[in-house]
Structure formats: C-alpha cells, structure tokens
C-alpha cells in the first residue's frame, strides 16, 4: 500500500455520503464530495506541470476549497507550502525564492505583486479567494475527478512549513507523510475521536494546528468539522449545542470566557477542549474549568515535530503542564551544554525523538545537523523539566523564540527593521506573558540623545515591512540595554523586567 498521506486518509472510504465538513453558511460537503474535488484539483495542478517532489505554495485564505488545495497537491505527491495570510510582499519574496514552488496559489488581490516574485523562480500562479473563488476553482470546474493518487514513500516529504529561530533567516520544515499520518493516528486513539464527533474548526490552515492537527485528525477519524473563518465567541457557543470538540489558542479560551453565556449549560454537549501553539495561562485554566466544568487539555507540539505530548484524556490535566508525551514518543530533559540527561526535575533543553519528527531543515543540512544528537533526538530549544509523574513542564526558550496567538516570531527580524530607524541605537524585542495570546511581542529600544522617535512612529515604520501578527503590542524606551560580562543583551533580565506589563 502506498504511504501517501492522502491514500491513508481515503484509501476504503466506506460512506462516502458521510458529512466531513459544513460551512459557516450551512454547506454540507461529504467524504466523497472531498475525495472528488481534490480529483479535479489535482488534474489541474498536474495540467500546470506539476510532478512529485515539486513544491506548491498556498497564501490563501480559509475556505474549503484552500483545504482542498492541500489534499490535492498530497494526492499529485507534490510538496504543500502553507503561507501565513498576514506575510507581505517583502516576506514572500524570501519564502518564494527559497523553496522554488512549481505553482503558487493566492488571493485574486494580490496576483500582480505575487506573479512578479514568482517570475523570478519561474513559477506559475492560479487564485483562490475567501469565498473558494479563482482560477484555481474555474479550472477545477472543467476537469475530471478520476485522479490515480501518486505513490509515494513514508519519507517522501509532503510539505514544508516555514519556522522561525531566534537568529538568521527563515527554516523550512520538512515533514514527511509518515511525519503527518503516524502523528495524526495517533492522537485520533489518544483524544478518543470517532465518526460522531463533531470539531469546531476556527483555526488557520496555514499553520500546523489548524491544517495538520485539527483537520487531519478529524479526517482520520472520519468525523465532521464546521468550518468557520475565524475566531467568533458568539457562534461557536452556539455551536456547541451541537458540537463534541474545540481545538483553539490561549486566546480562545479567555474570549469566550468573556462571554456571559460561556455556562455548563451552554457546554454540556461538549466532550473536549485543546488547548495549543501557546502557553494557556494556569489562571485561565482554573477559570475554565470553575465556569465550565471542563478541563483544557493543553498539549505540546512544534512546527518541526507536529505534536509531542499531552495531558491525557483520563486522569489530571495539570495547570501549567503540557502532560506527558505520546505513545511512541520520547521526550527526556538535557544539560544544555553537555547534551547528557538530566534526572526528574530538574530544568534543561527538552529534546524529543519518534516517527512524528521531521527531516531537516529545507537546504540546509549544516542546520539540520547541529538540531539533532547523535542519537537522533531533536533539540527542540525550549527550556522545561519532567516530573516524578512523567508530565513535561515548559519554563522558557533557550532561544528566545515568542509565540503570540499561536505563531513563532523570531526577535531578531524586527529588531533589524527597528535598528535601521533614524534616532534608534539599538532594539530587543521579547515575549512577554499575555493572557489573550499567550505571549505578547514587546520591543524595548534605546533611542539617540533627544531623538524624537515614539511608540507611534516605530510602529507605523513597521506597517508594510512585517505582518500584523509580528507587530509589537508596546514599545517601551530604555537608556540601556542590560548585559552580560560577554555583552550579550539580557533579554531574560528584560522579560523579567516586564512581566507584568500586559496584566
């Protein structure tokens, strides 16, 4: 049997009528309806020229058709490369050049600007708007549906997503189909889904949360999703009277608690709530669950790895811990320095190793190496501990990373845009705790002696060169940095320093 990820998902699909997702307008698509459309939309990709191996690049916005889209460039054995929607110009010209797509798909507004980055690589370009409209979806409308999805291998790789580090350029993921397959089967047994579940699906999809986790996992179980654009209390409390799973941010979680009519009434239907690509505050937690009655099971996953560990469905979802790690997956806590393992308890880098880690970094083995240890471990640069109990605490970034609303932020790429500021000596931008995102990025500068540069001014330099999701939520003018005998800025001086700032 071929390994490809789309074959797994389909391959003996039983009840094709089923109901795999309903729109927010009350659209109705089937299994079978899925397996259809992602037929003519791999005809068309293969029409365009493209052949296995080849990358195809997607800044869309969230729709069925764009959910498509990445099945049918799994189904052709091509490559998905999911672009965050908030990138600009200046951005996908990296990403673009990088990873060389045969074909980059995006939104009917901003073809001009994308075909002329694309031109350089020699890729084509089709559109696909909010509303499952373009030229993608008007060639899929004139092809066939039989399509003989392409073999493939475990380690053929099925898409790359771009993470960011603390320092250098952009990593392009790899993530192979038994990287995705073996991760999402997994949590499909572990979060105990079946085909009466029901998720409520408010998440991106250009992001392994709400592309690799909630919908693969929801597909593997043959369960149903309902589909929303994004984020709205209002409907998805409504929604739960007929819904069994939520699968959100931090941010989820303290806007609904906003809400009055968040009861155990309104969340009786409910079966589970996940918590992820951030840190869930243990006070929102708490809050939660005295309002609800239900525990958020927050877990742990990175772009790289998929999902690590979790707290488990039976038995305590401890505040502030992401429980322990999955069936199938090791995770252990090492001397930063040494590399050796360190005993229960005690804090140090948190390395994971098993069939969901990805292959390297895209074009860059020298990277990929200096990621890994000998004994295939991947350091994954977050600093944590593991209890007596086996549950994986995370206590900080050995590389400073910020996660805000569920999306990796290197500092490094916003001081640059900052430090080239007139009036500006020098930038640090950091993550500090916040409730709505987890993290919020904050830059603290120091500015030249009677520079009238202000919080204004540094923010609107800023608008058009990074996306909105990058942006700072304060910006704060210091005389000095803080640092070490080395010179090295302190930024753990500074998040400590400005902890509170958001409360």
């Known amino acids: 049997m071929s390994a490809n990820l789309f074959s797994r998902l389909f391959d003996g699909l039983t009840d094709p009528a089923k109901l795999a997702i309903e729109t927010a307008d009350g659209g109705r698509i089937s299994y079978g309806d899925l397996v259809a459309r992602a037929g003519r939309v791999a005809n068309v990709l293969i029409d365009r020229g493209v052949v296995p191996g080849d ?9 069925v058709e764009a959910l498509v889209l990445y099945l049918a460039t799994v189904r052709a054995g091509a490559v998905y490369l999911p672009l965050n929607t908030a990138y ?19 939104d009917p507004s901003k073809r001009d600007g994308v075909a002329e980055i694309a031109a350089k690589v020699g890729a084509s370009v089709e559109t696909l708007g909010a509303d499952g409209q373009g030229s993608l979806t008007d060639a899929a409308a004139q092809a066939k549906e039989d399509f003989a999805t392409v073999p493939r291998a475990a380690d053929d790789l099925a898409a790359i997503l771009y993470t960011s580090g603390t320092t250098g ?10 990287n995705l397959a073996s991760n999402s089967l997994t949590l499909v047994d572990y979060w105990r889904f079946t085909p009466d579940d029901v998720l409520i699906h408010a998440l991106p999809i250009y992001h392994t949360h709400g592309l690799f986790v909630a919908s693969n996992v929801t597909l593997f179980a043959r369960a149903a999703m309902i589909f929303l654009p994004k984020l709205d209390p209002d409907r998805i409390i409504d929604l739960m009277a007929r819904a069994t799973v939520l699968m959100g941010v931090p941010t989820f979680y303290t806007r609904l608690l906003q809400s009055p009519r968040l009861t155990k009434e309104s969340t009786s239907h409910m079966r589970l709530f996940i918590s992820g690509s951030a840190p869930l505050l243990a006070d929102t937690h708490r809050e939660w669950q005295a309002r609800t009655g ?28 992401v429980g322990p790690a999955l069936p199938g997956v090791s995770a252990r806590v090492t001397d930063p320095e040494t590399g050796k393992e360190l005993p229960r308890g005690e804090i140090g880098m948190i390395e994971v190793k098993g069939p969901n880690v990805f292959k390297g970094y895209w074009r860059m083995p020298e990277k990929t190496k200096s990621e890994f240890r000998d004994d295939g471990f991947f350091i994954t640069g977050d600093l944590g501990k593991i209890d007596e109990r086996g549950y994986v605490h995370i206590l900080g970034r050995g ?3 910020v996660i805000t609303g569920g999306f990796n932020v290197y500092p490094k ?7 080239a500021m007139p009036g500006v000596i020098e930038s640090a931008v950091i993550g500090v705790p916040h409730a709505d995102f987890g993290e919020g990025v904050t830059a603290v500068v120091v500015r030249t002696k009677g520079a009238p540069i202000d919080e204004a001014q540094v923010i609107k330099s800023l608008d058009g060169q990074i996306a909105k999701f990058k942006m700072p939520k304060k910006v704060i003018f210091v005389d000095d940095l803080p640092r070490n005998t080395m010179g090295k800025v302190q930024k753990n001086v500074l998040r400590e320093t400005y902890k509170d700032i958001y409360k």
């Open 294 to 321: 239900h525990a958020v099971l927050e877990r742990y996953g990175m772009t790289e790895t998929n999902m690590n560990t979790s707290n488990p469905y039976d038995g305590d979802r401890v505040p502030g811990a």
């Open 55 to 63: 990358r195809v690049a997607a800044q869309t916005e969230k729709s």
């Open 169 to 178: 350029r952009s990593k392009g993921a790899m993530l192979s189909h038994d």
């Open 399 to 401: 590389k400073d990373l």
């Open 88 to 106: 600009t110009l200046h951005e996908l010209d990296y990403f673009i050049g990088d990873a060389e797509p045969k074909l980059v798909v995006c």
């Open 413 to 419: 790429e916003i001081e640059s845009e900052i430090d």
